[in-house]
C-alpha cells in the first residue's frame, strides 16, 4: 500500500515537472530571450496553474499560452519599426481549403498586406510561407479565432525571430460562409440568395442528385465547381453564352458548389434562386 501510494506521488511529481516544462518551453519559443529573463518570475506568476496550458493530449497549448502572454504584453507582436516578417503555415492535408480558411482569416483580421508567398505540396506535407513588410506581426490568439470558423484547430507556434511558423489541422471541415441548401427547396420554393460580390458557396444537402440555378433577373454567364469536403475540385461547369439557367448532377462526393458568372462577378449581384431535386 506505501509502495502503490509513493509510486502515485512520484508519478503525479514527475507529470507536473513534465508539464512545467512543456509550457516552460513554449514561453521560450515564443517570448524573445531578452524578456523572457527580465520578467521570468513575473511569467512564473502568470504561469502558476501549468495544467490551465496544457492540451488534453499532454503536450503546451500553444494558443492559450500565446492568449496569455499577449494579455500581460509579454507577446511582442508590434515593432517600431516596419520590418520584413514571415509566417508559416504548414498542414497535412487538404491544401485548397487550407489556403481558402487561411487568405480569409487574415482578410477578416484587416491584414491587407501584399506578401511574397511560396508555397510546397509532397502529399504528405503542405506549407505556405507568406513574407511581408510592415511594423505588425499576425496575432495568433485573433487567428486562432477566425481559423476555428472553419473548423481549423492551431496545434502548435514556433518562432525563430521574425519567422512565425503555424501547424494546423482539421478534423470537421467547414466554409463558415456557404449558403446551406435544403431538400425541401425545390422549383416552387428555391433557396433565394443575393450577395454584392455575386460569388456562392453553397452547403449542398445529402441525397441531392440534381440542383439547378437560375438568376434572379436576366441571363449569365455560368462559372460553376463543385468541390469535396477538403475542397478539392470534383467537376466544373462553364458556359460560352448567355442562359437564363443552369442545371447539374451533383457528384456523389460534393459537398460545396461555387456559383458565379463567367466574366464577371458583379453580373450575379441581385441574387440567384437555387434547388434540388432527390
Known amino acids: 500500500m506505501k509502495f502503490c501510494f509513493k509510486f502515485l506521488l512520484l ?68 515593432y517600431k519599426d516596419r520590418r520584413v516578417l514571415q509566417a508559416s503555415f504548414r498542414a497535412s492535408e487538404n491544401p485548397m481549403f487550407f489556403l481558402k480558411a487561411i487568405g480569409e482569416s487574415l482578410d477578416r483580421l484587416g491584414y491587407k498586406f501584399t506578401p511574397i508567398s511560396k508555397m510546397s505540396w509532397d502529399y504528405s506535407l503542405f506549407e505556405w510561407t507568406l513574407s511581408y513588410k510592415s511594423n505588425h506581426a499576425i496575432d495568433p490568439a485573433a487567428l486562432a479565432k477566425e481559423l476555428a470558423k472553419y473548423g481549423v484547430t492551431i496545434e502548435d507556434i514556433t518562432k525563430q525571430d521574425d519567422s512565425w511558423q503555424y501547424l494546423l489541422s482539421s478534423k470537421n471541415p467547414t466554409v463558415p460562409d456557404a449558403y446551406l441548401l435544403s431538400m425541401s427547396n425545390n422549383k416552387r420554393s428555391p433557396l433565394k440568395i443575393k450577395n454584392i460580390y455575386g460569388e456562392y458557396w453553397i452547403k449542398l444537402p445529402r441525397g441531392a442528385s440534381k440542383i439547378y440555378v437560375e438568376k434572379e433577373s436576366g441571363s449569365w454567364m455560368v462559372y460553376a465547381v463543385f468541390y469535396d469536403l477538403g475542397l478539392n475540385p470534383l467537376q466544373s461547369a462553364q458556359s460560352k453564352t448567355l442562359v437564363k439557367d443552369f442545371r447539374a448532377s451533383i457528384p456523389s462526393s460534393a459537398a460545396y458548389i461555387k456559383i458565379t458568372d463567367n466574366d464577371y462577378a458583379s453580373a450575379l449581384q441581385r441574387g440567384i434562386n437555387v434547388w434540388v431535386e432527390d
Open 11 to 78: 508519478s503525479a511529481i514527475l507529470c507536473g515537472a513534465m508539464s512545467a516544462d512543456a509550457v516552460d518551453d513554449k514561453i521560450r519559443a515564443l517570448v524573445d530571450a531578452e524578456k523572457y529573463s527580465q520578467y521570468r518570475s513575473l511569467l512564473d506568476v502568470f504561469f502558476k496553474n501549468r495544467e490551465d496550458f496544457m492540451t488534453a493530449g499532454g503536450t503546451a497549448n500553444s494558443v492559450k499560452i500565446a492568449e496569455h502572454l499577449k494579455a500581460n504584453g509579454l507577446l511582442d507582436i508590434f
